[in-house]
């Protein structure tokens, strides 16, 4: 497989397990393994060859349904589904299924995505920004201030990693959960709505899962000039099905929950992206030429982010540039930072392994040595 | 490959070149000639751990939009693009950015898919039924009736067939050719704007191609309260990645356009789904027991419905149960009607091979003969 030649930090699509690549390639030639062949015979078609309403895919879809609420913890109270057209289309329909004539949504913004579905949010309704880490350039998490339920139709949040989903009296809480979700147990009965594009944690791109409290859901003032395809409540009723869904999608995702769970759950990924981000973070602190962006306390297990501001300003843009030529030369490929930010992020998902994060910390301090 | 076991009328996800399953089941192993690798060597990756904006996508993007105008002959003057979310997303897109408060959108009625797009649309707009073809059971493509211009925004085809695309003067034209497009050569030019997902003619379910004339998108009435995510004009600006776009799908659909090409084109293509169709047809047509659903002349080419409505109406559903299963047992499979109408439905887009209808005509012959 490819993945033993390169160390991929993409944000995302990112890096995912070898052994789910190989089944999901086995699958793009014939399916194997379903309702109709419990002895993990091929059924002599293609995965992508078949109707989402089939016995071979239902089994799919109920499997992947099940792994979401067995391996990522999400509870029964809440519907599960698979959607497209990622966080950024979830941006657009939580508000036109959650905005409210008598309440504003109130947003934490902790940065460029959250700035995205803000800008959203504002076309449809009266829209708060209740904190914002803006002033120090987005390296922590602010704290939740009080907010009035009367007042307030729900929080939504976004981005950098929370160490703990935010509790709010009476107030419904939406996240975006897409970088974060099954890299450490979370507690989503905190939720009322959460969504993750799977191209980071979960498989590749093009499918959204979605999942929303029934009891949210059936207390949603009824807004009939929402398209029916934009409602929660067509797919929850339809059970991903209303219209075809990303079938090939819904295979990797199950796959990644199956080797998720196999590899034990969200507890063992916890303590390995834990030991993964410390190697780096404290290879980062002790560094004299790079700084890391987020401030302890407010440090994302999965997107570390870094400069090289420990050199004169004069020259940090060429050794940016040289470290990252340096570093796909030597197989660590995509460290570049997001084009709105600059500097270096290293994506350090659930399917990214140790010896890569050491492969990095190594290949670093050899840089500063000879910087 | 387990497309010489079975012959599969799925009518989508539906049955796709054994040469583009090859090729996109090594590429989910890892990709290989792309932008990077130019003698088609591997790029060390998977194509779905690498970024949407990476140069290796970017490449697949640009040649699948190339191939779009190249091989599905749509005209240089509309611009392409790819979203998620299928027909049914258009259903409610179309309206979104189409509506106008001072005119009415007029639909041909041709059946079920019809029917959810006229749903969608009168909840934003009034919507004019201006022909259907419900009163004979959407058995052939009614005309379409003089449109004013002054109380028209636009006419919305779907479904059944039609041979030419209608024109109507200073009305434009909108069209879902999910499961016309690629089938043979269509006038496009006539259209304002088109949308097909990829599921039935062009690739896996999960992408949806869209069309759309650029002095038709520029003269849109702004209205400010659709959201961006929904907008035509935020894809077409940002050329399919205003947000992570379904990265497998297009590559697949690239896939699919080169055999197409390979293949001879769309009129090389006309020639082989007509010769498939008459096949099919003119053994239905002859029989004594089976009973083709669409008149002659409003007859598709992709989906040939009919049922056993030559038998006495006591028998019709135990023949029809029968068929299926028998049909089954010889490998010809999904060959039951969609679940609104029952019968039975062949479905033989581009990739279904002619041995594939040979095989069914042999096989309602001998039926036929028992029975």
């Given at each position: ?9 993409s944000a995302g699509p990112a890096t995912l397990p070898a052994r789910v690549l190989e089944r999901a390639s086995e699958a793009v030639r014939e399916l194997r393994g379903s309702a109709h062949a419990p002895h993990a015979e ?30 990522l913890e999400i509870p029964s109270t809440h519907a599960v589904v698979f959607l497209q057209g990622g966080a950024s289309q979830q941006f657009a329909m939580v508000p036109m299924n959650l905005a409210r004539t008598d309440k ?119 807004r009939e000039q929402v398209p029916y395809f934009f409602r929660y409540a067509t797919h929850v009723e339809k059970q991903s099905v209303y219209n075809t869904p990303n079938t090939f999608g819904v295979l990797v995702l199950q ?117």
């Amino acid at each position: 497989m490819a993945a033993s030649k390169l160390f991929n930090f993409s944000a995302g699509p990112a890096t995912l397990p070898a052994r789910v690549l190989e089944r999901a390639s086995e699958a793009v030639r014939e399916l194997r393994g379903s309702a109709h062949a419990p002895h993990a015979e091929g059924i002599g078609l293609s995965l992508l060859e078949i109707s989402h309403r089939s016995a071979d895919f239902t089994a799919i879809l109920e499997r992947a349904t099940a792994l979401c609420h067995e391996v990522l913890e999400i509870p029964s109270t809440h519907a599960v589904v698979f959607l497209q057209g990622g966080a950024s289309q979830q941006f657009a329909m939580v508000p036109m299924n959650l905005a409210r004539t008598d309440k504003a949504a109130a947003f934490i913004d902790t940065g460029v995505w959250s700035k995205k579905a803000i800008r959203e949010s504002k076309l449809q309704q009266e829209t708060l920004v209740a904190a914002s880490s803006g002033d120090t350039g987005y390296d922590r998490i602010p704290a939740v201030p009080e907010l009035e339920a009367a007042k307030t139709s729900y929080l939504h949040i976004h981005g950098t990693q929370w160490r703990e989903l935010p509790q709010v009296a009476d107030v419904p809480v939406v996240a975006d959960l897409s970088s974060d979700i099954g890299c450490h147990p979370m507690d989503f009965s905190r939720l009322a709505l959460g969504y993750a594009g799977a191209q980071k944690n979960l498989g590749p791109s093009g499918v959204t899962l979605v999942f929303i409290e029934r009891e949210f859901l059936a207390s949603l003032e009824a807004r009939e000039q929402v398209p029916y395809f934009f409602r929660y409540a067509t797919h929850v009723e339809k059970q991903s099905v209303y219209n075809t869904p990303n079938t090939f999608g819904v295979l990797v995702l199950q796959l990644v929950l199956e080797w998720l769970r196999d590899e034990g759950g969200l507890e063992a990924a916890g303590r390995r992206n834990r030991e993964k981000a410390a190697l780096l973070y404290d290879h980062l602190d002790a560094s004299s030429l790079f700084v890391p962006h987020a401030q302890p306390g407010h440090r994302s297990l999965m997107n570390v982010r870094w400069s090289a501001d420990g050199a004169p300003e004069a020259e940090r843009e060429a050794i940016t540039q040289r470290l990252l030529a340096e570093a796909k030369a030597a197989g660590l490929v995509n460290l570049k930072g997001h084009r709105s930010v600059g500097g270096f992020r290293a994506s350090i998902y659930n399917a990214f392994p140790l010896e890569g994060v050491r492969a990095l910390v190594e290949f670093l301090r050899e840089f500063e040595a000879r910087a």
